[in-house]
């Protein structure tokens, strides 16, 4: 399977701790994206990476949410001291820059986070 | 601040019957829109990408139209299947250099087919 794979696909976890999501993008894909979609809304812009630069921050990504993409391969999201507020699904995507592209993302399976 | 509405938010229809899904988007200067599908608990599926100087999309029994102008796109769905039973998200990619402000979604149309 060449798609975009997440990991854990479920976590759960007590208010307070620290998790790690993972996102493995589609092999020959330069540019990743993180997401945070809760029930009953479309996905929200989370993070975006050119490689392994992050070139932009939603507003939505407080001081607790970090992540990374070092090498510009697989990316990281961690959460620190999780809220009960943070539960939701958090999807990653990619896509492929370079001349004529569409720009066009695919979507990973998620990860659903339910902090208790 | 763009803003991305999905009308209906629920339809149910007999399998069968053609059905057309709408999506109105507040910022006309976008680069490509997306249609997706997603299934209860899962990740999102590209359906159909429009980029901004074409008019139409098809695949299968999708097709998928888009207005710029007056911030308008629709999904038409032909002969619809139980097997469409999902979620249909509508998402605009910014004119920002090409992709880099993250996608802007509507909040989805459920659609269910009746067998």
């Known amino acids: 399977d060449t798609g975009v794979s997440q990991n854990p696909r479920h976590k759960i976890t007590k208010r307070g701790q620290n998790v790690t999501f993972r996102c493995d993008p589609i092999?020959?894909?330069?540019?990743l994206y993180w997401y945070r979609q809760t029930l009953g809304q479309g996905p929200e812009f989370l993070t975006y990476?050119?490689?392994?630069?992050?070139?932009?921050k939603s507003r939505l990504l407080s001081d607790r949410f970090s992540a990374e993409r070092p090498k510009g391969s697989f990316s990281t999201l961690e959460i620190q001291r999780t809220e009960q507020g943070d539960s939701a699904m958090y999807l990653c995507?990619?896509?492929?820059?370079?001349?004529?592209?569409?720009?066009?993302?695919?979507f990973g399976p998620g990860t659903r986070l339910t902090v208790t | 601040k763009q803003e991305v509405t999905q009308i209906p938010a629920a339809l149910s229809v007999p399998e069968g019957e053609n059905l057309v899904l709408n999506c109105s988007f507040t910022?006309?200067?976008?680069?490509?829109l997306q249609w997706f599908r997603q299934d209860p608990g899962k990740g999102l599926t590209s359906l159909l990408l429009?980029?901004?100087?074409?008019r139409e999309q098809t695949s299968g029994r999708l097709n998928a139209s888009l207005d710029k102008s007056s911030g308008r796109s629709t999904l038409y769905i032909a002969a619809s299947q139980p097997g469409d039973s999902a979620t249909y998200l509508c998402?605009?990619?910014?004119?920002?250099?090409?992709?880099?402000?993250?996608?802007?979604f509507g909040k989805g149309t459920h659609l269910i087919i009746q067998p």
């Open positions: 995507a990619s896509s492929l820059d370079q001349d004529r592209s569409t720009y066009e993302q695919y």
């Open positions: 998402a605009v990619d910014p004119y920002s250099g090409g992709g880099a402000d993250g996608l802007t």
């Open positions: 910022d006309s200067a976008i680069y490509n």
């Open positions: 990476f050119q490689n392994e630069a992050q070139l932009e």
């Open positions: 429009i980029q901004s100087s074409q």
């Open positions: 092999s020959e894909h330069n540019r």
